[in-house]
DNA sequence: TTGTAGGCGTTATCAG
DNA sequence: CTGATAACGCCTACAA
């Protein structure tokens, strides 16, 4: 006995009205009399019906689903796994829900488009998207008719709406604190410089604009090299760093995770943060205020970026392209042990 | 000038064939030969088309989508996004798209309900989920015709796949390797006992056998009352009973996210693990290695659970009820320094 | 306020 | 190997 498919017609039957206004009291457009919504609601609770929303998505073109792009979202101290938290929260605040894809942190151009491609056959609404790795190479190859809202560095002007993180600034600000706090020798733990405007790059220009501003006195840029922004990469690249002899009196993590990272490498070769180095780095996620020591940080308004991304989403959903297209979240540099003597 | 929509009959036209061939080109069900199979590839690269997977579904029945409801994802330290990566790592490798659904940490059981529904309504051919709220009274309400795998404790004994973890054995194992370590006084740090079976009352079960096996010396079973499972609870309430006299030479935290808020509240109070206590978690999540220090802890074999719950699913898909309902991961003790003296 | 007709884009089925 | 037909479950548009 294989249990029979239940539809609105098959709610309709039983409540003794048309398939329509089953449909009217479910999605409550239209008024319905309420002795047919009573007795619809019955006929469901009888035959246990559930909206097949896939066919409700092929004829009204809209599913109400949103998608977040973000990379490496299950790595340890990932900084996107608290922002899409927040942007669920506010998407279900306007009814909207919210599906997560995430590929692996490597940044490969391709994996990211197809995410891109998949959200689109899956009619969602739009899309919340953090590319690593598209450039402005890509920018052709982005669906033109799908609404999509950038965070962080972007892929080269497109007419798309961007929240961008104050990563020069905040950077400036990270390292500024550093020196006030009396650093002279300060080492930023980051990835290899590239060419193109990235997150890395922004950041390194904040810590080099920096310290040029303080001085001579302030010391020399001093790049400690990962090769990826995982805290493992850090890690092992810190203690080495140290094993080969440099002592460097402070340290800019390019992100919290790799910081956090860090401060482990050092504890591997016996130092100790902030007694043997002062450390900051860069996000605001909830572990650093958990860790031993726990860590200064520049916070970007998390709650800021998400409730104006999906404000963003759903001004492209509703009104087109909106006149501003161009943000920049605001940030708090938050002190805490490791960078206090 | 609105984009024209581009569907498979513009495709067919395009090639010159029917929209059938279209479907079995892209599909690849039937053969279809290769002058034909030509003409379309390039028609639909001259049309930019793209698969609707919405009336795909509609029309198949299927989706290849899976849903992973997992309690509070995007809160630190949890366990279950590194799960998340491997399921997802694992549904891919057989042609399946995961989705993430993460209702907050806190247990509701309408919420878990609503998001089952939730991916039940989208078409997801099945979800994997991990009641935290849900008990034998809402088991009749799961959808009897969805698939679903059940991680974790399960509400009752369903006719549902069930992967459960070592919860008493590994708690078990955990006791013995502090006391094995010289602890004589363990205390553990959960959140108040139930009736119920939960994970709490598996895992207290664990540490009172052991604690009881050792011996009169190994001490009383000794609880640090947490209000919820988060680090912050555990931070503040280890804090507390520190304050209050209380200072046991070894904890043995619920999961490791309540451990490492642990440390951070011994840190807060100027204790240090291992110096002052030995501190052992549960679950294995890969902060465990980056902490300071770095935590011991049993781990479940996540990999193992990915694999098996993505299997069992596939299994529910194709070939119904299986035989074997019952499963329990794999796991083994990781010790690293909060446990060595 | 309620009902009827038709189609959203795809694929199952079966005939050619 | 290819194509015509119909249907998946719902909602837009319009009529009663």
Redo the contacts between chains.
């Keep these: 006995m294989s249990?029979a498919r239940v539809t609105m017609a098959t709610v309709a039957r039983e409540a003794g009205v048309s398939p329509m206004t089953v449909s009217n009291v479910l999605s409550g457009k239209q008024s319905v009399s309420p002795d047919l919504r009573a007795r619809v609601a019955a006929a469901i609770a009888a035959t246990g019906y559930?909206?097949?929303?896939?066919?409700r998505?092929?004829r009204s073109g809209r599913?109400g689903?949103i998608g977040l792009l973000v990379p490496g979202?299950?790595?340890?101290?990932?900084y996107y796994?608290?922002l899409?938290?927040l942007v669920?929260q506010e998407a279900r605040r306007h009814g909207l829900?919210l599906?997560?894809?995430?590929p692996g942190p490597a940044p490969e151009a391709e994996t990211e488009l197809a995410a891109i491609?998949?959200g689109?056959?899956?009619?969602y609404d739009g899309m919340i998207i953090t590319p690593l790795a598209l450039g402005p190479q890509h920018a052709s190859r982005l669906?033109?008719?799908f609404p999509l809202v950038v965070l962080g560095e972007r892929p080269g002007p497109l007419g798309v709406p961007h929240i961008g993180l104050p990563n020069r600034d905040g950077a400036y600000a990270a390292t500024w604190h550093l020196l006030e706090q009396g650093a002279r020798d300060i080492a930023l733990i980051s990835g290899a410089p590239t060419d193109e405007e990235t997150v890395l790059t922004r950041r390194a220009d904040g810590y080099r604009d920096a310290l040029a501003d303080w001085g001579p006195e302030a010391g020399e840029p001093h790049l400690v090299e990962i090769s990826d922004l995982s805290?493992?990469a850090a890690?092992s690249a810190v203690r080495e760093s140290v094993r080969r002899g440099r002592r460097p009196d402070a340290y800019l993590g390019i992100t919290d995770g790799v910081l956090?990272?860090a401060?482990?490498g050092l504890?591997d070769v016996g130092l100790h943060v902030p007694r043997d180095a002062l450390a900051i780095g860069f996000d605001g996620?909830?572990?650093g205020e958990?860790?031993?020591?726990?860590i200064s940080t520049i916070s970007p308004d998390h709650a800021w970026i998400a409730q104006r991304a999906v404000a963003l989403l759903r001004g492209l959903l509703e009104a087109g392209t909106p006149d501003d297209l161009e943000f920049t979240a605001p940030y708090v540099l938050v002190e805490r042990e490791s960078t206090r003597r």
């Design positions: 249990a559930r909206m097949n929303a896939t066919a998505t092929l599913s689903v979202a299950t790595e340890p101290y990932s796994a608290r899409g938290g669920a829900t599906v997560v894809e995430s491609e998949q689109r056959s899956l009619q669906p033109a008719d805290p493992y890690r956090l990272g401060l482990r504890a996620i909830p572990e958990l860790s031993v020591p726990s």
